[in-house]
């Protein structure tokens, strides 16, 4: 077997791959939790007091978020704000950017990603969604917030909760929990039957956007203010109709993910710094990484060596993992030279670079007719990038999947279609069929995401 000097990170042996080795050092599976859900759900409130109930907040910092709260007049934000760190999404309520915060339960460890809510910030939301495991879908009976009227406003069609559960499928979010919130609402009182109306409203919807209801979704009644239902099971005189579990022991109690473990190594970039060196962060997609290895940066083909490795609470290790969100310092190429959407992958096995590609797409809302030329954002993992129709090949008939023989003259709404994409630069790419996180995308227009779609060949 190579031994451990050998360069290389798909080179670290097949025991060094070994579940048990990567047990033993890291102790527990981790898992991506993405927040999703209009923006007035309670998502940032909700992970706010996971952390709290997690012991990652203590106390005295709570009493002084509900004190600096209570003198801005918002006393009822005050767990968000554990969430929500800088001084704009305080004042506002609002998230902006991907927030994260870490936690850990005596089965296994998490990253939240609590993802913005409004409309002009879902592009933030695909690069937390891309990096996620598993969504978690706030709603309230508007948003489907159980008070009335709420749950309306996020479900119309230009509704933030429908756009996020469609980004969330196409981004890899095969499990979707979804937590009914704000139950202990005067309006609401922990009523079954606001809740049951929830989850019948919700069920179609989310099977349009490709989840499996029997299989894919999980629904539970939740206060993410009291904390009722998030870390312990809801009293039976506060809720006598919900003997489910509380959702930290249903995340707890998940089997555990199908990783690529022994593939080669594929970490798409989604920040990059200078910290006496460069430093590159993102979420090992897989693979395995080992301090002191050489691994390529694509698509500008620089070796470089992977002097550091620190995990979700800073501290340093000596190997990262598949599922890891990981920051590597980098000997060998200066942080000006990296863009996010870069991809750090095996020397031996690059991730593929292209500016064409064949994909198929499904238009999932446009005006007009969609014809060659046209041209949208495309967002794939974390790489975002202008894009264009080179050429449309074949419409796919939706009930026999069958290929037209004739190129189509245009795709409107509703239909899918092979086409020839060009992208204004390089950009790193894996067909889907291989690499699913590398091969699926999104494209936007106009602020909307108007198509979704799967890497079928790279030219």
């Known amino acids: 077997k190579p031994n451990a000097t050998d360069q ?3 080179d670290i042996g097949e025991e060094a791959v070994d579940h048990e080795i990567v047990q033993d050092l890291y102790g527990k599976e981790h898992l991506n939790l993405v927040f999703i859900g209009h923006v007035d759900a309670g998502k940032s409130t909700m992970g706010g007091n996971i952390l709290f109930l997690t012991g990652m907040v203590d106390q005295r910092t709570m009493e002084k978020y509900e004190k600096e709260a209570k003198e801005l007049n918002r ?26 915060a870490y936690f850990e339960t005596e089965k296994r460890r998490y990253t939240i990603l609590d993802a913005p809510g409004h409309k002009n910030y879902v592009p933030n939301m695909i690069g937390g969604a891309s990096q996620a495991d598993i ?91 009291t904390g009722a239902n998030l870390k312990d099971r809801i009293a039976e005189e506060v809720c006598s109709w919900y003997r489910g579990p509380a959702l930290l022991e249903y995340l707890d109690n998940m089997k555990a993910l199908d990783r690529n473990i022994k593939a080669p190594l594929m970490m798409p970039i989604t920040e990059k710094y200078k910290d006496m060196g460069t430093i ?28 550091a490795i620190y995990n ?24 000006e030279e990296i863009s996010t959407g870069f991809v750090v992958c095996s020397t031996k096995r690059p991730v593929k670079t292209t500016t064409m590609f064949e994909a198929q797409l499904a238009i999932l809302e446009h005006k007009n007719i969609m014809c060659a030329g046209y041209s949208a954002v495309l967002h794939i ?75 079928t060949k790279v030219i």
């Not at 919130?181 to 809740?195: C, I, L």
């Not at 693979?287 to 500008?300: A, F, Q, R």
């Not at 979700?312 to 942080?335: K, P, S, Y």
């Not at 795709?411 to 790419?429: D, N, S």
């Open 75 to 100: 006393e009822s934000w005050y767990l968000s704000w554990a969430l929500d760190t800088g001084k704009e999404e305080r004042a506002k309520g609002k998230t902006v950017e991907c927030g994260r």
């Open 8 to 10: 290389g990170a798909d």
């Open 312 to 335: 979700e609470v800073e501290e340093e290790v000596t190997v990262g993992a598949c599922g890891d969100n990981v920051r590597l310092r980098v000997r060998g190429i200066e942080e």
């Open 135 to 225: 969504g978690i879908m706030a709603c309230d009976f508007n948003v489907i917030s159980a008070r009335k009227g709420e749950f309306e406003t996020g479900f119309e069609r230009g509704g933030q909760t429908r756009e996020h559960a469609v980004l969330a499928k196409t981004s890899g979010v095969n499990k979707l929990i979804v937590v009914i919130n704000k139950m202990d609402d005067p309006t609401v009182n922990w009523s079954k039957e606001r809740y049951d109306e929830c989850v019948t409203k919700l069920t179609p919807f989310l099977k349009s956007s490709g989840y499996n209801p029997a299989t894919d979704i999980e629904f539970m009644p939740v206060s993410a203010f």
């Open 280 to 307: 590159v962060v993102g979420k090992i997609e897989s693979g395995t990484i080992k301090k002191g290895h050489s691994v390529l940066i694509m698509p500008n083909k620089r070796t470089v060596e992977v002097s």
């Open 381 to 455: 993992h974390s790489c975002v990038e202008e894009v264009s129709i080179a050429a449309l090949l074949h419409l796919i008939d939706k009930k026999t999947g069958r290929k037209s023989k004739r190129p189509p003259q245009y795709v409107k709404k509703g239909q899918k279609v092979i086409a020839r994409l060009e992208t204004q630069g390089p950009i790193c790419v894996e067909v889907f069929e291989e690499y699913q996180q590398l091969g699926r995308f999104t494209l936007r227009d106009e602020g909307k995401t108007i198509a979704i779609g799967k890497v």
